[in-house]
């Protein structure tokens, strides 16, 4: 097992509240970037494993987020494509990856945040921005709806950061008993 994905099991990953599909898009995040992590580490052998984490987890989240946000308007557009060509029902089923992979990396860097003692107002703050941007260019619901739902994923990525706020409040021994279950 990896560094990077050893460090995040112990942070709580096993209990992120995501769906099967971001959960997949978490395990390819780690497979494709723990040499990367391992190559921190190297280079910063006096840091935490910690604030590495939490340098790694901004680092790519802003990849994800600036991706995301180049990616918008082409999404929206086959979005409203599906829709018109397709049933509302049938076009939901279809979703778009960069959006799946910020939503998945957004519950990382919050749960990591949560772990580092970041204040609140600033994961909050973070959690409600990337909740809009996932949730608003969903145009097929109407505005109350889209609000109840950004309300509902906000309060998913709060869920991750106090799950990493809260792994201190777990001993040793129980960290390490999960994570061999999750192997």
């Given at each position: 097992?990896s560094e990077?994905k050893?460090q ?7 209990n992120l509240?995501?769906d099967?599909t971001t959960q ?5 995040f ?7 992590f391992d190559?921190?580490r190297?280079?910063?052998?006096n840091?935490?494993?910690?604030n590495l ?20 308007a ?5 979005n409203a ?5 397709l049933s ?7 979703t778009?990856?960069d959006?799946h992979?910020?939503?998945?990396l957004?519950?990382l ?9 970041i204040?609140y107002s600033y ?5 409600d ?6 949730i608003n260019?969903e145009n097929t619901?109407?505005?109350i709806?889209v609000?109840t739902?950004v309300?509902?994923?906000r309060?998913?990525f709060?869920q ?7 792994h ?14 999750k192997?």
């Open positions: 097992m990077l050893q995040l099991l112990l942070l709580g990953m096993a509240p995501v099967a997949q898009q978490l395990e390819q780690i497979a494709a970037s723990s040499a990367h190559h921190i190297q280079q910063r052998p840091s935490t494993l910690l984490l939490l340098g790694f987890m901004t680092l790519h989240h802003q990849q994800a987020h600036q991706q995301w946000l180049n990616q918008r082409a999404a929206a557009k086959m494509i599906f829709s018109a060509t509302d029902d049938h076009a939901n089923n279809f778009h990856q959006q992979y910020l939503l998945a957004t519950h860097w919050l749960m990591v945040q949560g772990a580092s003692g204040d994961s909050y703050e973070q959690a921005i990337q909740s809009r941007n996932i260019d619901v109407s505005p709806q609000n739902k309300d509902l994923l309060c998913q709060m991750s950061y106090y799950l990493g706020k809260n201190h409040n777990v001993n040793f021994s129980t960290r390490i008993k999960q994570l061999f279950r192997l």
